[in-house]
């Protein structure tokens, strides 16, 4: 037996930091792919390697309540590899696995295409590299396990996995990038009142719409952004709760102008959009529009292109939208020139696939 899956990674388009208040998220799978590998480890203990995190084998055993025992002490994958122990532990717990009747396996977790290579070391992108790791491993698990029947129902499927990535996350994260990673494709997204799924569909790219990936040479700290969020909320501050409502308002309107292929009303918005991240960074004290966001927004701006980061801000990759492809190269050719560096990403038309 082998099993072999892969999903893409993202772009978040619109809805950051809206989407959790149950405002619409635009998402994009990209052609930059998460992979897992699992085939008979031949022997009572189990097996990993995760490039870029850990190259060579580790090796455990796993005890029927899904809990994992390094070989070579804790030291030797924990720190690395958490999301692996947890991902497993939480599945079993769950009852999405049965650990006690689970075959071990030589699994290879590779995220690297997720990743850029920086002067000290392996740089995340922002493109959702945990998110595609949970969606192929807890994928390639439950067929592993014999429950493929998990995997029938999509939108089911999605919840599950959005429990289990919150499980990783501290409880935050909407899960936008899990359904880009599942379903592939743009897809629109929505969480109801309780923080559940409501809609994760299929819509098409608007016919016209350019777009230019910029790295902006540094990794964001996502999960300490939103930690300070939710204290800021959490304390009923006027600012911060005007600014997340101006970008609700922006997401709605932009979906309707996604959905309905309007592109220049989709560059109105992302240009407000954009505005309204920086309004709520100054409201929470957040560096949601870094130094290097700002000026790739005014290099966009001055070339007839909108601009927003893809993600919480603070770093990572910031989007460029277009009307035609002269302004999205000539935006591309100041950046460059300023001295960041475009990545080449293209809409993936495929979510969660299963390899021969």
Do not use: N
Not at 32 to 45: D, I, K, M, N, T
Not at 234 to 252: I, P, Q, T
Not at 299 to 307: D, E, I, K, T, W
């Amino acid at each position: 037996m082998r099993v072999a899956v892969s999903a893409p990674g993202k772009l978040l388009l619109l809805g950051e930091y809206a989407v959790l208040r149950g405002a619409p998220a635009i998402v994009m799978a990209v052609d930059r792919r998460a992979r897992v590998e699992l085939e008979p480890a031949g022997s009572e203990l189990w097996s990993i390697a995760a490039p870029p995190l850990a190259v060579e084998p580790l090796r455990f055993t796993l005890a029927a309540d899904g809990s994992l025992r390094w070989q070579g002490g804790a030291a030797a994958g924990s720190g690395r590899l958490d999301l692996v122990e947890r991902l497993i532990s939480s599945m079993s717990a769950g009852g999405l696995l049965d650990a006690a009747r689970l075959p071990p396996a030589a699994a290879t977790l590779d995220t690297r295409a997720l990743y850029e290579a920086g002067p000290g070391g392996m740089m995340k992108l922002g493109l959702g590299s945990s998110a595609a790791a949970t969606v192929v491993l807890a994928s390639a698990l439950a067929l592993w396990s014999g429950r493929e029947q998990l995997l029938a129902d999509p939108l089911r499927w999605l919840g599950s996995l959005l429990g289990l990535h919150r499980g990783l996350q501290g409880g935050r994260g909407s899960g936008a990038d899990l359904a880009a990673g599942l379903i592939g494709g743009v897809v629109g997204f929505r969480l109801d009142e309780h923080g559940a799924v409501a809609a994760a569909d299929r819509l098409a790219m608007p016919e016209g719409l350019h777009l230019v990936v910029v790295w902006t040479g540094r990794s964001a700290d996502t999960a300490s952004m939103l930690r300070r969020l939710d204290e800021r909320t959490a304390a009923g501050d006027a600012a911060v709760e005007a600014a997340l409502g101006r970008l609700a308002e922006l997401s709605r309107a932009g979906a309707d102008a996604f959905r309905l292929g309007r592109v220049a009303a989709v560059l109105e918005v992302v240009d407000g959009f954009c505005e309204a991240m920086e309004e709520l960074g100054h409201a929470a004290a957040l560096p949601i529009l870094s130094a290097e966001l700002d000026a790739l927004r005014g290099l966009a701006r001055r070339h007839g292109a909108a601009f927003k980061p893809s993600g919480a801000g603070g770093g990572d990759l910031g989007i460029a939208f277009a009307a035609d492809p002269e302004a999205a190269a000539a935006t591309a050719a100041a950046a460059a020139a300023a001295g960041f560096r475009t990545v080449p990403l293209h809409l993936d038309p495929c979510g969660l696939t299963r390899h021969s």
